[in-house]
Structure formats: C-alpha cells, structure tokens
C-alpha cells in the first residue's frame, strides 16, 4: 500500500460536516452584527435597557408602517411553517400568504430611504434578490422540486427576515428606538 493510498483513505474517514447556505449566512452576518452593534454601544456610550415605545413606529410614515406589519406577518408565518409538518393543504395556504406577505415587505422596502437618504441603497439590493427568488421557489415546487423549494424559500427567510430582521435593531435604527432606550 502506498502512502498516498494511506492519506486518500484518511481523508475519506475524517469527514469534515458540510455547512449549508443558510449556515454560512449565519456564520457571516452574526459577527459583523456584533462588530457594528459593539462599535455602535461603544460610541454611544451607555448600555440599552429593553423598553417597548412603539411611538416611533406610530411617527413614521406609512411605507414603514406597512413594511414593518408585513414583516412582522411574514416572520410570524415563516416561523409556522418552519415548525409545521409539510406537504398538506394547510401549509400550501400558509406559503402562498408568506410568499404574499414577503412580497409586500420587500416590495415596500422601495419606498424607505431614510438609512442612506438616497432613493436606493444596499439593503435593497437584498429586496431585489427577494423579488426575483419567489417566483423561482414557487416554480421549484411546482415542478415537484421539494428540495429546491425547501433550499430556496429556507434561504429567503433566514436572509430577508432573520438577518435583515436583525440588522433593523441596529443601534440608532428605527426599530432600535422602539426597542431599547438608553
């Protein structure tokens, strides 16, 4: 046997885990969170303490009211439909509200400049990407692709609603506020 049958065989037995999309989405948008969030409490220079005033929200204008209710609904059926067994009637009904409802939030995302005080910005980038990837999730399962669907509406939620979700707590952001008070 020679050593490079040795080390090929080795190799076959120590078997690294494959992360998934949504795994490495995760690993890099968590740290660079934390960084900005830290920076941003280092800068500010006192600790948040949880409080819920939802006036900002209420003084904010109606694209963000209607962007923020969407993504509120959109969580709160994503998380259902996460949890919920697949494949039945119920969660063909649910899916096509959570496709509805994640439509309205990125397609309202369009109408909020307040971040970059410019008609677009980076964020929407991620709003773009949404649009264009419902269509091809709900193609998927109609060709009878359930791991397609799964891969593509999963990977949705986590960055539109998750990761986006989280860097709208951002100190300083508008949900911020609503939030946390100093």
């Known amino acids: 046997m020679s050593p490079t049958d040795v080390s090929s065989r080795a190799r076959l037995l120590i078997r690294r885990p494959k992360l ?22 280092i800068e500010i220079g006192r600790l948040p303490r949880f409080r819920f005033d939802p006036t900002p929200l209420i003084e904010s204008g109606i694209a963000i009211q209607i962007h923020v209710a969407a993504a509120l609904t959109t969580l709160a059926i994503g998380i259902y439909l996460m949890v919920a067994p697949k494949g ?18 990125a397609g309202s995302s369009f109408f909020i400049s307040t971040l970059f005080q410019t008609s677009l910005g980076p964020i929407h980038a991620l709003s773009a990407w949404t649009m264009l990837g419902l269509p091809m999730g709900i193609a998927a399962i109609k060709r009878r692709d359930v791991a397609r669907h799964r891969k593509d509406m999963t990977n949705m939620f986590v960055g539109g609603m998750v990761i986006a979700g989280l860097f709208s707590l951002l100190p300083g952001r508008l949900m911020w506020h609503v939030f946390f008070a100093l």
């Open 88 to 105: 039945f009637r119920l969660h063909r009904t649910f899916g096509w509200a959570w496709v509805v409802s994640m439509a309205v939030t």
């Open 20 to 41: 998934s999309r949504t795994a490495w989405t995760l690993l890099i948008a968590l740290p660079i969170y934390a960084g900005i969030s830290a920076l941003s409490l």
